[in-house]
């Protein structure tokens, strides 16, 4: 998808090197990537957060597991 709009080049090119990019279009789709990553990282920790998970936590867990 074309669309136009205005960057902040200070911003740009903190995230070109954050990223590793050097392109506009490649540091910006890096960034979407990282914020949609992100999102599913948030995501699964809620889903495992809200489940009964004790049986990780409990005492007869085995070392290789940690």
């Given at each position: 998808m074309r669309t136009v709009v205005d960057i902040?080049?200070?911003l740009?090119?903190?995230a070109q090197r954050?990223?590793?990019t050097s392109t506009m279009k490649?540091?910006?789709n890096a960034a979407l990537?990282?914020?949609a990553e992100r999102a599913r990282r948030r995501e699964a920790?809620?889903?495992w957060?809200?489940?009964d998970n004790t049986d990780l936590l409990g005492q007869e867990r085995?070392?290789?597991a940690w």
């Open positions: 902040d080049k200070r740009l090119e903190l954050e990223l590793g490649d540091t910006v990537e990282e914020i920790f809620e889903y957060r809200t489940r085995p070392n290789h």
